[in-house]
């Protein structure tokens, strides 16, 4: 039996060896897998996208400005832990933020990395436990630049911004084969969040989520600041516990209630349902 299965797995051997696609795929594969990495690199959407925010309030603007920042600064840190913990530079400062690996950096961490000193300070760190045979830190490329706003489309009219953005967005089909195009602009009205006027968004292409999100982000807690203090609430303070809420003993009766399996007793005051 074995030897019937090796006559049949040789005859299927020289079968394939024997053809010419077979060579020829040896040939090629080892081609496509060096030149994959290069194509996928210059063909890949790493250039630095152009960004134009038109905001006559200005706040939103900074806003906008300072969560891409600070997303740049997150990915920077993601990219020198992973060069730490390459090339074992971790013992350098064990207690440094680069030096916690496989985890996602909150907005606290990421603001107390940039008051530390950001990248210069953490490579300055690290340098002392490189060795020659160190490789020098590549940092990540921006994804994003904030193009200034001319003081014409800054003042216009918000009906007329189409009509002067157009040319920006798509110079080719006005003649400008040369100028770069604007990636994204963005209008923020004045009173955003109390006015019904909404916000708008112009690109050169498919919007790419990583500039829709942060901008959905910080255009949602505006509006959502804006109803709170409409309310007569602060956006920044935790709203202040009612009166009536305080831990009464028919509070800690419900409690052990519970515990025991029942869903409340008739003595407390609290909404559930008194199935015991």
């Known amino acids: 039996m074995i030897h019937n299965i090796l006559l ?62 600070g997303d740049r600064q997150r990915r920077i840190l993601t990219a020198l832990s992973r060069y730490a913990q390459r090339y074992d530079l971790d013992r350098a400062d064990p207690a440094a933020l680069w030096a916690q690996h496989d985890r996602l950096y909150d907005d606290a961490e990421v603001t107390a990395f940039v008051k530390a000193g950001g990248m210069p300070a953490a490579l300055a760190t690290m340098k002392r436990a490189a060795t020659p045979e160190t490789p020098a830190f590549d940092p990540p490329e921006p994804d994003f630049t904030i193009v200034p706003t001319p003081p014409a489309i800054a003042k216009a009219d918000p009906a007329a911004l189409d009509r002067m953005l157009k040319p920006l967005i798509q110079p080719g089909e006005f003649g400008d084969k040369k100028a ?32 829709v999100q942060p901008l959905q982000s910080v255009l949602t807690l505006r509006v959502r600041a804006a109803y709170l203090r409409s309310t007569g609430l602060s956006p920044t303070k935790p709203a202040r516990r009612p009166r009536w809420y305080r831990r009464s003993p028919s509070r800690r009766r419900h409690r052990a209630a519970v515990a025991n399996g029942c869903w409340c007793v008739r003595s407390c005051r609290c909404s559930a349902p008194t199935f015991c």
Not at 9 to 18: D, N
């Open 8 to 69: 049949v797995a040789m005859r299927e051997f020289r079968q394939i060896t024997g053809m010419r696609s077979f060579w020829l795929t040896l040939l090629i594969l080892p081609i496509a897998l060096a030149i994959g990495p290069i194509a996928t690199k210059l063909m890949g959407s790493d250039k630095v996208q152009r960004v134009m925010l038109i905001n006559p309030e200005g706040r939103e603007a900074i806003a906008i400005r300072a969560r891409l920042d």
């Open 180 to 211: 770069k195009p604007l990636d994204y602009a963005v209008y923020i009205p004045r009173g955003f969040g109390t006015s019904t006027t909404a916000a708008r968004l112009w690109s050169s292409e498919q919007p790419a989520a990583n500039f």
